[in-house]
């Protein structure tokens, strides 16, 4: 990771022009990419019929454009699809990105906390989908729910 990002400083070329002009892009992009895609993630989990901690919890840690990203961003720039500006706005966003999501990720049990105390009467409540899930595993589960097997003590 570090000759990773090492490299990614030798390639990119950032002047006080890109900051002047594009910069604010790089911030537009970066916030879209680390606060509107917890929204998504938490509603497509609500649909799924997730437990509203699960989804929380993951859309906080799954938000950020990361090597893979400034990856294909390299091999497109090389290839001519990106435009230098395009390149250079999509890699300062997905580095601001990545600083977002650590720090996310540091304080993602406080702002869980207090989602929790704004909305009480639906987080930490399993869904209806969720409930059905559980019933329909102890259903098949039947009499081994709770049963421990243990190994053999010898292998043949």
């Known amino acids: 990771m570090t000759t990773f990002y090492f490299m990614m400083g030798i390639y990119v070329h950032l002047d006080g022009d890109f ?10 992009v970066s916030c879209i990419n680390v606060l509107v ?5 938490c509603i497509l989990g609500w649909f799924a019929g997730l437990q509203a901690r699960t989804v929380i919890y993951t859309s906080g ?13 390299v091999l497109a720039y090389e290839a001519g699809i990106f435009s230098k ?8 966003s997905t580095m601001l990105s990545l ?11 406080q702002i869980y906390a207090m989602l929790r105390s704004l909305f009480t009467s639906v987080l930490d ?15 098949e589960l039947g009499d081994f ?4 097997h243990s190994p053999p003590l010898c292998c043949p």
């Not at 900051?19 to 537009?28: Q, R, V």
């Not at 895609?37 to 993630?41: G, L, M, N, V």
């Not at 500006?85 to 300062?92: A, C, E, I, K, S």
């Not at 409540?125 to 259903?139: F, L, W």
Request: hydrophobic fraction near 40%; charged fraction near 15%; proline fraction near 3%.
């Open 19 to 28: 900051f002047k002009e594009n910069f604010g892009y790089s911030i537009l």
């Open 61 to 73: 840690l799954s938000n950020s454009m990361g090597e893979t990203t400034l990856t294909l961003q």
């Open 85 to 92: 500006g395009t390149f250079l706005n999509l890699v300062v």
């Open 125 to 139: 409540k399993p869904s209806k989908a969720e409930e059905a899930r559980i019933q329909a595993r102890q259903k």
């Open 145 to 148: 729910q709770n049963h421990v």
């Open 37 to 41: 895609s917890p929204i998504i993630i």
């Open 99 to 109: 600083v977002g999501c650590c720090i996310g990720t540091v304080f993602i049990d």
